[in-house]
């Protein structure tokens, strides 16, 4: 679904309730999952994004890349972060978690806490992967046994 089918649907009521919310050239539905194409869409208009990645605990340590420009954490502690997340732009919310349980609690305690424009991206950092979107590494300084890894 693109958005004039969602734009279509509105129109028609087909989604009451629902408000569309325009991101420079591209449609978000508030509260709802963006997939990595619309992602890329929006990157590629220039859209500014505010990625938060979401990491399990012992991931966190080994991983060698993030979301380029992402604010980085690990699972429950958003609280200590909210200083990093800005009120002025789309969250996009990720995880490299199986399912989406722990984004779609992150995102909703963003929205408890006074974040309006916060998305789950379908399929995690996955699907960010795959899309092909960019990525930097996690830390500074690489050590050979995290590359040895793999």
Avoid at 8 to 35: C, H, N, R
Avoid at 58 to 69: A, E, T
Avoid at 102 to 115: C, F, M
Avoid at 133 to 148: C, Q
Wanted: glycine fraction near 6%; hydrophobic fraction near 40%.
């Amino acid at each position: 679904m693109d958005d004039y089918d969602i734009m279509y649907l509105l129109e028609k009521g087909a989604l009451p309730g629902l408000q569309p919310v325009k991101k420079g050239a591209i449609y978000m539905l508030k509260g709802f999952s963006v997939t990595a194409e619309a992602v890329k869409d929006h990157i590629k208009h220039g859209d500014p994004l505010q990625f938060v990645e979401v990491r399990h605990n012992h991931k966190h340590d080994w991983s060698l890349f993030k979301v380029r420009g992402a604010v980085r954490f690990e699972i429950d502690t958003v609280e200590q972060h909210l200083a990093e997340i800005p009120h002025d732009r789309p969250i996009v919310v990720l995880s490299d978690c199986p399912g989406e349980e722990n984004s779609v609690r992150t995102a909703q305690t963003l929205e408890k806490l006074g974040w309006n424009d916060v998305h789950i991206l379908t399929r995690g950092f996955d699907a960010y992967l795959e899309a092909g979107l960019p990525v930097e590494p996690s830390t500074k300084d690489l050590s050979a046994a995290r590359i040895m890894l793999l």
